[in-house]
């Protein structure tokens, strides 16, 4: 879980009115962190795995040091960051799907991270970082557009992620599983040398972003069952669904006489199923209730069971319970 930080100064010596900064090496971040900033009022995201000699938080900016041979990686899903003072350091601003990241390998200098006036909206990026002359950004190229092969060719059907949660630092073959299927995804170019670093992590928390998914950095059950699914809908297949301990799986519904594959489980509010989905598409046919099949029951789908519920003298709960599955297989 994040952590909230809100600072607007880092102790401040009353006398000289000078600000403090931590000491060199002292800021370590393990978890992903949120800051609060206070004009504009907007959070940016520092990443698991950063580190930093110092980090000073004001109401609109915040201001870095950091050490040579580490990296410091901040995120902003509002506004599009700008970074100013960087004059050795490597800095690389990436825009994609509206999500801003900067990530800083560092020169021991003082580095400023501010939000802008707007989202980004583009996939762009930029790269500064030189032998000692001011820091220009390089010219954006326009997004490549990359056609997928064909359903089936040539595609790799799953990807091994191994037992444990892949985090920034993580090593092995299970990352370099990680590396290929980003390139593949989304033609990264990444080396495939199984090193998790901020800048892969980084990548990863805007796929998350977009693939409706926690947005954390780490590659866990959900995110490994997210990336097989997308694996083995490339291939042609259909997505195995992840093992619950303690659960055993379903059997899949037999279409009715009707056609709709009810099932014999209980559908309510909040089931996602085939069983919901054939549910709603009894609905719109005999109901005209206007619902996206989708196989995800919530409160339109419970409204417009009850409505036929009504109107076929049933009890108006919304269930597809035996009662209701007996009175819609006569239909």
């Given at each position: 879980?994040?952590?909230?930080?809100?600072?607007?100064?880092?102790?401040?010596?009353?006398?000289?009115?000078?600000?403090?900064f931590a000491s060199?090496?002292?800021?370590?971040?393990?978890?992903?962190?949120?800051?609060?900033l206070?004009s504009?009022d907007?959070?940016?995201t520092i990443?698991?795995?950063?580190?930093?000699?110092?980090?000073v938080?004001?109401?609109?900016?915040?201001?870095?040091?950091?050490?040579?041979?580490?990296?410091?990686?901040?995120?902003s899903?509002?506004?599009?960051l700008?970074?100013?003072g960087?004059t050795?350091?490597?800095?690389?601003?990436?825009?994609?799907?509206?999500?801003?990241?900067?990530?800083i390998?560092?020169?021991?200098?003082?580095?400023?991270?501010t939000?802008?006036d707007?989202?980004?909206?583009?996939?762009?990026?930029?790269?500064?970082?030189?032998?000692g002359?001011?820091?220009k950004?390089?010219?954006?190229t326009?997004?490549?557009v990359?056609?997928?092969?064909?359903?089936?060719?040539?595609?790799?059907?799953?990807?091994?992620?191994?037992?444990?949660?892949?985090?920034?630092?993580?090593?092995?073959?299970?990352?370099?599983?990680?590396?290929?299927f980003?390139?593949?995804?989304?033609?990264?170019?990444?080396?495939?040398?199984?090193?998790?670093?901020?800048k892969?992590?980084?990548?990863m928390m805007?796929?998350?972003n977009?693939?409706g998914?926690?947005?954390?950095?780490?590659?866990?059950?959900?995110?490994?069952?997210k990336i097989?699914?997308?694996a083995?809908?490339?291939?042609?297949?259909?997505?195995a669904?992840?093992?619950?301990?303690?659960?055993?799986?379903?059997?899949?519904a037999t279409?009715?006489?009707?056609?709709?594959a009810?099932g014999?489980?209980?559908?309510?509010e909040?089931?996602?199923s085939?069983?919901?989905?054939?549910w709603?598409?009894?609905l719109?046919?005999?109901?005209?209730?206007?619902?996206?099949?989708?196989?995800?029951?919530?409160?339109k789908?419970?409204?417009?069971?009850?409505?036929?519920?009504?109107?076929v003298?049933?009890?108006a709960?919304?269930?597809l319970?035996?009662?209701?599955?007996?009175?819609?297989?006569?239909?």
């Amino acid at each position: 879980m994040k952590n909230k930080l809100k600072l607007f100064a880092i102790i401040m010596f009353a006398f000289f009115g000078v600000v403090g900064f931590a000491s060199a090496a002292a800021l370590n971040w393990s978890v992903s962190q949120t800051i609060d900033l206070s004009s504009p009022d907007i959070d940016l995201t520092i990443l698991s795995g950063s580190e930093a000699t110092s980090l000073v938080v004001n109401t609109g900016s915040i201001v870095v040091v950091v050490a040579n041979g580490n990296s410091f990686s901040v995120t902003s899903d509002v506004r599009a960051l700008t970074v100013t003072g960087n004059t050795s350091s490597e800095v690389t601003n990436t825009c994609l799907n509206g999500v801003s990241t900067v990530v800083i390998n560092g020169n021991a200098e003082t580095i400023t991270i501010t939000p802008g006036d707007a989202q980004c909206v583009v996939a762009s990026s930029s790269t500064s970082g030189s032998s000692g002359g001011s820091s220009k950004p390089k010219p954006v190229t326009p997004p490549v557009v990359v056609t997928p092969p064909a359903i089936g060719a040539g595609q790799v059907c799953s990807y091994n992620l191994g037992l444990g949660t892949l985090k920034n630092g993580s090593r092995g073959e299970a990352v370099m599983e990680l590396q290929k299927f980003l390139n593949a995804t989304m033609n990264l170019g990444l080396v495939v040398d199984g090193a998790l670093g901020p800048k892969t992590i980084a990548v990863m928390m805007q796929w998350q972003n977009t693939n409706g998914l926690v947005v954390d950095g780490l590659i866990g059950p959900m995110t490994k069952a997210k990336i097989n699914g997308i694996a083995a809908v490339r291939c042609g297949a259909t997505p195995a669904t992840p093992a619950v301990p303690g659960v055993t799986p379903a059997t899949p519904a037999t279409p009715n006489a009707q056609g709709y594959a009810f099932g014999t489980l209980l559908v309510k509010e909040g089931t996602k199923s085939e069983a919901c989905k054939a549910w709603q598409m009894f609905l719109n046919d005999k109901a005209s209730a206007g619902l996206v099949a989708d196989g995800n029951c919530g409160p339109k789908t419970m409204l417009a069971a009850k409505a036929w519920q009504v109107s076929v003298g049933l009890t108006a709960d919304g269930f597809l319970g035996a009662m209701s599955r007996a009175k819609a297989e006569t239909q």
